[in-house]
């Protein structure tokens, strides 16, 4: 059943029309976007869909084709933060209207579906997808165009004001932003963006997606304590933030030093923290660089590099996201790292095409072997951001 016959099932007519956004896989660059630092996503051919219909009540209805009940309903005029309209899925699309309210968007009462392909907790931003789709719709109803950066950062907000999420900008950007046949490089500290092409399947090549099944959430502190650490440090050095460090060894030595006068494992920490944070984005423009040069399987060094480095300094890996690295490397991939916030999620590798199957069975055997329920391998292909669908 479509979204649109099952939008007519629930509320008994046809929507206005149908919107959709994708879910991403980050290439490389990760927790360096709050930091306003450097990102390379792109868009996975796995969307969200939102069907809507304009009404004439002051109220927002929505429902879900993955979740059985009954319509939720919330007026306009109490859509706010700390509400129970701020808790459970409907948070996300509530939230997204809020948005849109807050930036002075005359948003009308509306009638919402949503349907999503995108894997839920896999670390491929389904959040940022349901919000950027929802942000188009509602703006088409409410006869406001909006460019896709308007598109990113309204819905961000809904994720960090309304939701409750301090994410950075990355993936918004890139549910908002891409094109298919590319990579996004995002640098969020200038807001600038070039599309990067990406075609690995031309060189004999494929980005693999395992998804561990380890379902992160990243609203349960771990991630706000990353982004708190790097503030921290940031106000340490008396910047706004790590993007605007010019000197990596003496950034480093300063936060390292006793005459901080913090305690022992708190230098120990900033250190480790920043260290990726600054390595990471280092990586993210020598991949940019092997790409624009057409040496696609050059990257896989960087990719793995960037794994330990999350692993050991940034502290976002789990035991199941490090047996898929290991064993995809083992398995014959050039590069592998986890993706996505961490403390769960998914993991990529950069493998040869006729490689893939096996890489897959590798991962496999490393989770039996470990007595970890079975992965799911993906292969997904660069898609196009948000978009109007009927």
Same mark, same amino acid.
């Given at each position: 059943? *479509?979204?649109?016959?099952?939008? #007519?099932?629930?509320?008994?007519?046809?929507?206005?029309?149908?919107?959709?956004?994708?879910?991403?896989?980050?290439?490389?660059?990760?927790?360096?976007?709050?930091?306003?630092?450097? $990102?390379?996503?792109?868009?996975? /051919?796995?969307?969200?869909?939102?069907?809507?219909?304009?009404? /004439?009540?002051?109220?927002?209805?929505?429902?879900? $084709?993955?979740?059985?009940?009954?319509?939720?309903?919330a007026?306009?005029?109490v859509?706010?933060?700390?509400?129970?309209?701020? !808790?459970?899925?409907?948070?996300?699309?509530?939230?997204?209207?809020? =948005?849109?309210?807050?930036? @002075?968007?005359?948003?009308?009462?509306?009638?919402?579906?949503?349907? &999503?392909?995108?894997?839920?907790g896999?670390?491929?931003? &389904?959040?940022?997808? $349901?919000?950027?789709a !929802?942000?188009?719709?509602?703006?088409?109803? =409410?006869?406001?165009?909006? !460019?896709?950066?308007?598109?990113?950062?309204?819905?961000?907000? =809904?994720?960090?004001?309304?939701v409750?999420?301090?994410? @950075?900008?990355m993936?918004?950007?890139?549910?908002?932003?891409?094109?298919?046949?590319?990579?996004?490089?995002?640098?969020?500290?200038?807001?600038?963006?070039?599309?990067?092409?990406?075609?690995?399947?031309?060189?004999?090549? #494929?980005?693999?997606?395992?998804?561990?099944?380890v379902?992160?959430?990243?609203?349960?502190?771990?991630?706000?304590?990353?982004?708190?650490?790097?503030?921290?440090?940031?106000?340490?050095? @008396?910047?706004? !933030?790590?993007? /605007?460090?010019?000197?990596?060894?003496?950034?480093?030595?300063?936060?390292?030093?006793?005459? *901080?006068?913090?305690?022992?494992?708190?230098?120990?920490?900033?250190?480790?923290?920043?260290?990726?944070?600054?390595?990471?984005?280092?990586?993210?423009?020598?991949? $940019? #660089?092997?790409?624009?040069?057409?040496?696609?399987?050059?990257?896989?060094a960087?990719?793995?590099? &960037?794994?330990?480095?999350?692993?050991?300094?940034?502290?976002?890996?789990?035991?199941?996201?490090?047996?898929?690295?290991?064993?995809?490397?083992?398995?014959?991939?050039?590069?592998?790292?986890?993706?996505?916030?961490?403390?769960?999620?998914?993991?990529?590798?950069?493998?040869?095409?006729?490689?893939?199957?096996?890489?897959?069975?590798?991962?496999?055997?490393?989770?039996?072997?470990?007595?970890?329920?079975a992965?799911?391998?993906?292969?997904?292909?660069?898609?196009?951001?948000?978009?109007?669908?009927?």
């Amino acid at each position: 059943m *479509s979204i649109a016959e099952r939008f #007519q099932l629930q509320y008994g007519g046809r929507p206005d029309g149908v919107f959709s956004a994708p879910g991403r896989v980050n290439l490389i660059g990760e927790h360096t976007d709050y930091n306003n630092g450097l $990102v390379l996503p792109f868009a996975i /051919d796995a969307r969200a869909q939102v069907a809507v219909r304009r009404i /004439d009540e002051p109220v927002i209805r929505v429902v879900s $084709v993955q979740r059985e009940g009954a319509v939720i309903e919330a007026p306009l005029s109490v859509l706010r933060p700390g509400t129970a309209a701020a !808790t459970g899925w409907p948070a996300y699309l509530l939230g997204t209207a809020w =948005a849109l309210i807050e930036a @002075g968007i005359d948003v009308p009462g509306a009638e919402l579906a949503l349907d &999503s392909a995108v894997p839920v907790g896999a670390g491929l931003s &389904s959040s940022a997808a $349901v919000e950027c789709a !929802t942000a188009l719709a509602l703006s088409t109803i =409410a006869e406001v165009r909006l !460019t896709p950066a308007d598109l990113a950062r309204l819905a961000q907000r =809904a994720e960090n004001a309304f939701v409750g999420v301090p994410t @950075g900008l990355m993936d918004q950007m890139a549910s908002a932003g891409c094109r298919a046949g590319h990579l996004l490089f995002f640098d969020v500290g200038a807001g600038t963006t070039e599309n990067i092409p990406f075609d690995p399947a031309a060189n004999g090549l #494929q980005v693999l997606v395992i998804d561990t099944g380890v379902h992160h959430s990243l609203a349960d502190g771990e991630y706000a304590k990353r982004r708190a650490s790097c503030e921290w440090a940031a106000e340490l050095l @008396g910047l706004n !933030t790590l993007r /605007d460090i010019t000197d990596a060894g003496e950034a480093l030595a300063r936060l390292g030093s006793p005459a *901080s006068g913090l305690p022992a494992a708190d230098r120990e920490l900033l250190v480790r923290r920043v260290r990726h944070v600054l390595s990471e984005n280092g990586r993210v423009f020598d991949v $940019v #660089q092997r790409l624009r040069a057409g040496d696609i399987a050059g990257i896989g060094a960087d990719l793995t590099e &960037s794994h330990i480095s999350m692993r050991d300094d940034y502290e976002i890996s789990s035991i199941e996201l490090d047996t898929a690295v290991d064993a995809a490397l083992g398995a014959g991939a050039l590069g592998a790292r986890m993706t996505g916030g961490g403390f769960g999620g998914s993991a990529i590798a950069l493998v040869p095409s006729q490689d893939a199957a096996r890489v897959a069975e590798a991962v496999d055997r490393a989770f039996a072997a470990a007595g970890f329920a079975a992965p799911t391998s993906r292969h997904f292909t660069p898609a196009d951001g948000a978009r109007r669908e009927s």
